[in-house]
């Protein structure tokens, strides 16, 4: 069975950091992609950052020079540092396992909340 366990969410001041976690069992990350969604209320999901086997990194606009995605297989770990934190930010953050462009496995998602 794959899950991917997604940790480390929470309520933080703009400006703030945070540093989300993604534990994946029942698969091994070197075989895939590894990236994050957000959702927020009433806006579509959007891939914040991915990163490929080889540890190349892309990141949308928004979150260029202030979001870092990193992996280490050999822990089956991904995770998403997140700095200087905007209320635009605030979202649902998942964690997914891609292959061929597409999204194999989700995590069960986790609430940022930036708030003052």
């Known amino acids: 069975q794959v899950q991917l366990v997604e940790s480390g969410a929470g309520l933080v001041q703009p400006g703030g950091s945070l540093r989300l976690s993604c534990a994946a069992s029942?698969?091994?990350?070197?075989?895939?992609?590894m990236g994050w969604y957000r959702q927020a209320p009433g806006n579509q999901r959007e891939l914040v950052a991915y990163?490929?086997?080889?540890?190349?990194?892309n990141y949308i606009d928004s979150v260029k020079g202030r979001f870092t995605i990193a992996r280490d297989n050999a822990k089956n770990t991904v995770w998403l540092q997140m700095n200087s934190l905007k209320p635009d930010d605030t979202a649902v953050y998942s964690c997914?396992?891609?292959?061929?462009?597409?999204?194999?496995?989700w995590g069960q998602g986790t609430q940022v909340t930036v708030s003052s």
């Open positions: 029942g698969i091994a990350i070197s075989n895939y992609v």
């Open positions: 990163i490929t086997n080889s540890g190349v990194t």
């Open positions: 997914t396992a891609r292959k061929f462009g597409k999204s194999l496995y």
